[in-house]
Each structure stands twice: as C-alpha cells, then as structure tokens.
C-alpha cells in the first residue's frame, strides 16, 4: 500500500521567515493533494498536483511535484501567523480507479511574532 | 454558499451506546467520505460512496455504518462494536468523474468522546 511521510513534525519559524515542508510518497502519485488543518476544525483544500515537475503558487504558499512524482514540497515565503496551523499532503494511489486518498501524518506549523 | 456541514461539532456518549454523525452537502457532488483523525495519525478512510444507494467498507469499517439514501446526506453510525471510537470526525465530498481526480472538500468536523 502506499505511504506518505511528511518532514518535518513540527516546525517553529519566526514570523516573516521562509519554511518548506515535504511529503515523499513510496509510489509513484497520481495526484497530489495539499490540505491545511486549523486544530479541531476541518482540514481546507491548498493545491493539487498531477504533473512530474508542476508548480503552482497561492498568495505566499507554493507546491511542487517532482519530475518522478514521488515527492511534493510546500513552500511558505514570509510567514505570517495566520499560516500557522497542521498542513497535510494526500495522496491519490489511482488503484482502484476510484479517488481514495492517502493521507501522511502533517506537519504542525507555529509562527512566533 | 456551497459547503458540507457537519453534526454536532462535540459529542458525548456512553459506553454501549451507538450514535449517529450528520454529514450534509449542498455542492451536488456524487462521491462522500467518511474520516477517522486521531493524534499523531493521518487521516484514515472508514466509509465511501461513489453514488446514492451504494458505498463500500475503507481501510477501518469495522464498528461503523453508513448509510447513502440522498445525494446530500450521508450519515455515519458509530456502533457499541467499535472499540476505541473517541476520535475527530470529518466527512467529505467530491464531484465523481472517472478520468479526472477530484478534489475532496472537507466539512467542519465532529469530536466524539466516549465517556
């Protein structure tokens, strides 16, 4: 089955700093997916990704897909307290041919003043 | 507005007693998920259904139920079977096309408590 890690746990970055996060996959991706989670709320849809070496940019947060498509990083420029929160990568294993989605385990984010 | 709603936000029960979680979609997408979030853990896939009348077993069905009568409805059953059912709760939905992947939207979430 496939399996998502994503480095690091947790980050604690100053406000304004720059941080990226990753999610390699043991298989190659169909699709994937990343998600923020505010604690105890439902998890907000950021990006997704198909394509080998896709890049797509929201306001300061950017992913990329490597060429292989079997890792994604999430770039934040100039954090805010407003980006802190859990962020999550999902995967879509494309094997039943039916959209389940893999989940890693997230990236806790603070960002102190 | 467009959106998935879920009920209650907390919720409290008793050992030995089954309780039921709404999930609720406006967006008039096929497909809804069931998810189990627990700490230190992704997300994990209890229940799915690709269409109304129809929905298979994910990765950790065993002491749930579902059920899919509406389009938008798609309420989940946490039975007295579950062991260890004291988790965060989130139901999803996407628009269900073969050639295409979708994108899974997310509701607010339900914490369950087993006292």
């Known amino acids: 089955s496939q399996e998502l890690e994503q480095s690091p746990q947790s980050l604690i970055v100053q406000e304004g700093k720059n941080l990226t996060i990753n999610c390699t996959s043991s298989?190659?991706?169909?699709?994937l997916y990343w998600y923020k989670q505010k604690y105890g709320e439902g998890l907000i849809f950021l990006m997704m990704?198909?394509?080998?070496?896709e890049e797509k940019s929201h306001e300061k947060i950017t992913a990329k897909l490597d060429e292989k498509k079997q890792q994604s990083s999430l770039h934040i420029t100039a954090s805010q307290p407003s980006h802190a929160g859990i962020y999550l990568c999902?995967?879509?294993?494309?094997?039943?041919?039916?959209?389940?989605?893999?989940f890693g385990t997230g990236t806790r984010l603070l960002v102190s003043p | 507005d467009g959106g998935i709603t879920q009920s209650p936000k907390y919720l409290f029960r008793k050992e030995g007693q089954n309780v039921t979680l709404s999930c609720e979609q406006n967006?008039?997408?096929?497909?809804m998920y069931w998810y189990r979030q627990d700490p230190g853990q992704g997300l994990r896939l209890i229940y799915y259904?690709?269409?109304?009348?129809?929905?298979q077993k994910g990765d950790i069905a065993e002491g749930y139920s579902v059920s899919r009568e509406k389009k938008e409805s798609f309420p989940l059953t946490v039975t007295s079977a579950q062991k260890n059912p004291t988790a965060f709760y989130l139901c999803?939905?996407?628009?269900?096309?073969?050639?295409?992947?979708?994108?899974?939207?997310f509701g607010p979430g339900t914490r369950l408590t087993v006292l």
């Open positions: 999803a939905s996407s628009a269900r096309t073969i050639l295409n992947t979708d994108t899974q939207y």
């Open positions: 298989k190659t991706l169909y699709g």
């Open positions: 990704l198909q394509k080998g070496g």
């Open positions: 999902g995967a879509d294993p494309r094997i039943t041919g039916f959209q389940k989605l893999v």
């Open positions: 967006l008039n997408h096929d497909a």
């Open positions: 259904s690709q269409i109304v009348n129809d929905f």
